[in-house]
């Protein structure tokens, strides 16, 4: 599995967020560097574990530009403006990220037909590219026989399946995904499993960052993992959620493989210190 | 199946649930029948409700139910439409207080205040309008502005990621996504908006209307007319939520509630 990291794509610094003065995350550090592979275009994969209440979607609202950061900074890549020799980064604005939230929000007024038609108005596609692809991502994602169907009429997968695409269309690059596995069935994970893998082999640079409570999931899924938990400082546990463990697993040799010991080895490291956190 | 008619929670079956509605029509019938059969009653007989019934007919019931619909019809457009602006500019910070300070005036008394329109309105359909335009606004801005508070956050998220800018997620969320609600606004506040029209048609007695029907009956104390109109406007009241509550139906298909 040789791969090499060339420049970052996702640099997190210093990061705090506040409810009301309440200090819910803080000193959240984050560099994720685009990964290369011969032969493979290969995204990026990045899981975000911990448990309940811990910050996760809290980090998410920040790394999307949805809420305002206390202190530090998000920066990503401003793929607008780089070229191959001159890479910009800029700070997350809102509508840069795409956002899956926990409840896969949809407009409710909106059948899936609409709402991706919707996505796409500010693509610069013709009328006619703009169809085709709705149809294919329609026909690819199994949502052909409820393509006229409101939010209220379709199945808790079906929606979600159709907040990822209007993200995939809408956004460009990032794709942040909040427990995407949560009340699914086994078809239904698979299909974001393979949603997840879709996007990143279509292109070097999009980076996928999901949240789960399924360890093994995450472990068998994701490149990069981050556990967000309550940090113990002088031996007293603090009540704010930062990076408790980073686990990079293509240096582990355990990324873009078949679930093996290893992964095991993983699972019950990361279970600690979750429980520890 | 007695038993299940007395358990909480419990679901009655297709026909039965209807059986159980009926049994309590002709109970309420029935009661009153049994209360009005004697010599000296308080409310008056079905039988008096009937020749009340007809009396009104020929009193011109027909027109002043035209003319109170006419009234309830305008009042209501020009009063959600002066609503819907101020509630949907509302979300500006700027514009915000305007909105909570008119949902406030609900409390201010009808009576007493509808001097100072005659000021201002020489016809008295004008007037009426005006003053049914100004209090019910108050109760339609207090019931929208409910709407949008209740609209969950994540809903805003979901726009802003979608990179609508403020003005669009204002159209996208809170007036194109909570259009149907409107019609559910005009329908839970029919009960008051109906008894707005019918005292204010009873203080502006001149355009006639259910209003001033009731009022000139109270004065003679012909209890079977008086209960024969009461009827008359609970079961038009009906029809109109009835009616509101189809239109939002079938103009919004992913209305369900
Ligand atoms: N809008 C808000 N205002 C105030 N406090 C909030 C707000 N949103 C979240 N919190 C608090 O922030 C903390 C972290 O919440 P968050 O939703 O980020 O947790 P989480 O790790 O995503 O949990 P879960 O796994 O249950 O989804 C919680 O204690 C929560 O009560
Ligand atoms: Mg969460």
Redesign the pocket.
């Known amino acids: 599995m040789s791969y090499i990291v060339k420049d970052t794509i996702l640099y997190v610094e210093n990061l705090s967020v506040a409810?009301?003065g309440?200090v819910?995350?803080k000193d959240i550090n984050i560099t994720e560097k685009d990964v290369h592979r011969e032969t493979v275009t290969t995204g990026q994969v990045i899981a975000v574990l911990?448990?309940?209440?811990?910050?996760?979607?809290?980090?998410?609202?920040a790394l999307t530009g949805l809420v305002k950061p206390a202190t530090g900074q998000v920066l990503i890549r401003d793929i607008k403006n780089s070229t191959e020799m001159d890479i910009k980064a800029k700070q997350v604005e809102e509508g840069d990220v795409g956002f899956v939230d926990?409840k896969y929000t949809l407009f409710r007024h909106k059948t899936i037909y609409q709402a991706l038609k919707f996505a796409l108005r500010k693509s610069s596609l013709s009328e006619k590219e703009k169809e085709d692809k709705i149809n294919k991502y329609i026909q690819e994602w199994g949502l052909e026989k409820v393509r006229n169907q409101y939010p209220n009429e379709l199945s808790g997968g079906q929606r979600q399946r159709t907040a990822i695409i209007e993200q995939i269309f809408s956004s460009g690059s990032y794709m942040i995904l909040?427990?995407p596995f949560s009340g699914l069935d086994v078809g239904n994970v698979e299909d974001v499993k393979r949603s997840i893998h879709k996007i990143g082999a279509d292109h070097t640079l999009n980076t996928v960052i999901f949240?789960t409570?399924d360890i093994e999931l995450a472990v068998s899924l994701a490149d990069s993992i981050y556990v967000?938990g309550y940090p113990t400082i002088n031996g007293k546990m603090e009540h704010y959620?930062t990076v408790v463990g980073h686990f990079d697993l293509k240096a582990m040799q355990l990324a873009w493989k078949d679930f093996d010991a290893g992964h095991l080895q993983l699972v019950e490291q990361i279970k600690k210190l979750m429980l520890s956190s | 199946m007695l038993r299940k008619l007395f358990t909480p929670l419990e679901k009655i079956k297709a026909p039965f649930n209807l059986y159980i509605i009926l049994f309590w029509l002709i109970m309420v019938l029935f009661t009153w029948f049994l209360l009005t059969s004697g010599q000296k009653h308080l409310i008056p007989s079905p039988a008096q409700v009937f020749t009340g019934f007809g009396e009104l007919m020929s009193e011109g019931l027909v027109t002043h139910i035209g003319s109170s619909l006419s009234l309830c019809f305008q009042s209501v457009l020009f009063s959600i439409i002066v609503s819907l602006i101020i509630v949907y500019l509302s979300p500006l910070p700027a514009l915000k207080p305007l909105a909570s300070m008119i949902s406030k005036f609900r409390y201010l008394p009808l009576t007493g205040i509808t001097y100072y329109f005659t000021v201002f309105f020489h016809t008295a359909r004008g007037m009426q309008i005006a003053v049914l335009v100004v209090f019910m606004s108050t109760f339609f801005i207090t019931s929208l502005l409910a709407v949008i508070k209740d609209i969950p956050?994540e809903e805003f998220d979901h726009a802003r990621t979608l990179k609508c800018n403020r003005w669009e997620t204002l159209w996208e969320v809170i007036i194109k996504g909570r259009l149907d609600y409107v019609f559910d606004v005009l329908r839970q506040n029919l009960a008051i908006v109906w008894m707005m029209i019918v005292t204010v048609e009873s203080i502006l007695v001149a355009e006639g209307g259910l209003g001033v029907l009731i009022k000139n009956n109270d004065k003679f104390m012909n209890h079977g007319k008086i209960f024969a109109l009461q009827i008359v406007i609970l079961i038009l009241g009906l029809l109109i939520d009835v009616f509101l509550n189809f239109c939002r139906k079938s103009l919004f298909r992913y209305s369900k509630f």
Do not use: P
């Open positions: 409810y009301d309440k819910i995350i911990g448990r309940s209440g811990r910050g996760k979607s809290t980090l998410f609202k926990q909040d427990e949240s409570h967000i959620g | 956050d």
